[in-house]
């Protein structure tokens, strides 16, 4: 083992002195690979503890331990708890979208880091861990997707049962984030179906990159529930600030 030990060390030291290791958002020079500096680490909006109970909504002062958002309050959604690491604003937006659209799939295993951190309680009642899928056009034309990627980073990083195919989207619905809030919920309902997986009394953790009003997410735990699972849970990345959509 301290041999093994040690060349890891010299390779890792050897990789450093090659290629030197920069931040994953702005490439300035880090200690380490697959990190951001402090700089960028700081300008990420973390969701600290005051949120709708549901949704994950920051609130901007403490409305109590199981406070609703007015959206939540008005009609629930179908899953049970939503967890987002920080706001889709700044150097966390800026992480999305490389991730999502520039074929930054090397950000996949930090974000997944940051999510598991954030999302421990979650993923400790989870019994499957699943993306929410894309229609297979899209991810023809994208080539991946950015959704599988980090629900098999979190679903490795803590040792749980991942089901890449759990769900599948049957019909090719308009980009959510091109919709009024109103429309949003009519474009998703009915677009996704479980596939041959046994969910029935099983808590299930849907794993997504941004979330802006939830009603994907939402359509996906109702198909899941339909099929008996007992609770439908939402970790995502980001989180788009509601008064924004």
Request: charged share 25%.
């Amino acid at each position: 083992m301290p041999i093994i030990s040690t060349t890891k060390k010299i390779s890792q030291a050897v990789l450093n002195f090659m290629l030197p290791a920069q931040c994953l958002s702005c490439h300035a020079v880090v200690d380490t690979h697959g990190a951001i500096c402090a700089t960028c680490w700081n300008d990420i909006n973390f969701i600290g503890l005051h949120k709708c109970y549901v949704c994950g909504l920051p609130f901007a002062f403490d409305l109590g331990p199981k406070a609703l958002c007015r959206h939540c309050t008005e009609e629930k959604p179908k899953f049970n708890k939503a967890v987002a690491v920080c706001k889709y604003e700044n150097t966390a937006r800026k992480l999305a979208i490389r991730l999502k659209f520039g074929d930054s799939v090397s950000l996949a295993p930090y974000l997944a880091k940051m999510m598991v951190g954030s999302g421990s309680e979650l993923i400790g009642k989870a019994d499957i861990i699943a993306p929410i899928p894309l229609h297979f056009m899209r991810k023809i034309a994208r080539k991946y997707n950015q959704a599988a990627l980090l629900a098999r980073q979190v679903a490795k990083i803590s040792e749980k049962n991942y089901e890449p195919f759990l769900l599948k989207r049957v019909r090719r619905t308009k980009q959510q984030t091109k919709l009024h809030r109103r429309d949003r919920k009519s474009n998703v309902d009915g677009a996704f179906v479980v596939a041959n997986v046994d969910v029935f009394g099983k808590t299930v953790l849907l794993v997504d990159d941004v979330m802006t009003t939830g009603s994907t997410l939402s359509a996906c735990a109702k198909a899941l529930k339909e099929r008996g699972a007992r609770r439908v849970y939402c970790l995502v990345f980001a989180r788009v600030l509601l008064e924004k959509v």
